[in-house]
């Protein structure tokens, strides 16, 4: 913020759209911190949307999506996360009986991964359900808020308790959230510090390994053997059968997903960024996605490796064939056209080929059979539980 290089000034109001730029909320700017080369902007929600112009109700548990003016909980102990709730935080909520809770569900861009923001709410309902049977008036709101990844968002979780009548409550002593990711990747036993339905919602966030979507990205030069390894790979994995898969080969997507687009450095990054999508999708709802694009530039393949562990395990293959060997194999006679001048920024040749540091597992075709390159992957994926 500010968007499109405007300078915000105090009273101005900003629009908070979904990702489909629906309005869903207003934010009154009232005022304006520039550090560095970020700009902070401060304020409060003023108005908040639950339904379109249509009169249609947008977004999971859309009756719950309240504006301030609709539902207010003067003196709640208000808990504001976009995480289900941990019982050092409830305990803190419920320490005087007698005083309201009201639990404040952010749904927006998330800065660092975690439940889906419906699995959060349907938690949330079960707590408070429990907290009404005992007594205890309890209610639950979702609010529509991006994530920063900063002190922006402790301001803001308390400006937005505030604005439904409660104080933000915070655990004097936070959850182990070490033993919690040990847990989530069967190595311990179930945490404490999480109420049963939480537990569920950060199972269905992080399955176990075998249950989790993965994408497996190959990388490499123009004939480094990473398609054919690819797609051995994902033979094997169909016919042992205990897994879906998809594969996503670079020539492919160029031809279908990503026709129109140059070799650019931009086209070949949208491209990348593209096949990551996809394959972050097909790996957050529970598949294997395997991906074998050249993907020369390390930002973009950490880019993908961002999208993929936001719902899903990502396994980096580089397939680090000699340029000499790849050259030697070339059947289309890309290389030769490129040391002719006749192909523009071609990788390996006129455009380089920034090396993978974070390599899962690297192979050299040059040095091994198809055969023994593809079962060096199905042992990774094996040994990671991951079949």
Known sequence: MPAMGRRLKPGAELAITDAEGAPVASLTVESTATRKRRTTVTGAVRRARAEADDGEPRGPYAALRLP?????????????????????TLATATAKPAQPVLLIVLDGPRAVPGPDPADVTGAALTVRDKLRRDGRRAEVVVVTAPQYGDDRDDDLADRVAAAYGGTRVAPPTPPDTAALRRWLDGTAAEPSDWPTASLHAWRRWHPLPQERGLVLFFTGLSGSGKSTVARAVTERVAEIGTRTVTLLDGDVVRRNLSAGLGFSKEDRDRNIERIGYVAAEIARHGGMAVCAPIAPFAATRAAVRRMAEAHGDFLLVYVATPLEE??????????????AGEIAEFTGISSPYELPEDADLVLDTSAMTITAARDAVITLLDEGGRL
């Not at 539902?71 to 050092?88: G, K, N, Q, S, Y």
């Not at 790849?326 to 040391?339: F, S």
């Open 326 to 339: 790849c050259e030697r194999r070339d059947r289309k006679g890309l290389y030769a056209k490129a040391r």
């Open 68 to 88: 301030p003016g609709r539902l207010r909980l003067d003196d709640a102990a208000a808990v504001v996360a976009r995480d289900p709730i941990d019982l050092p």
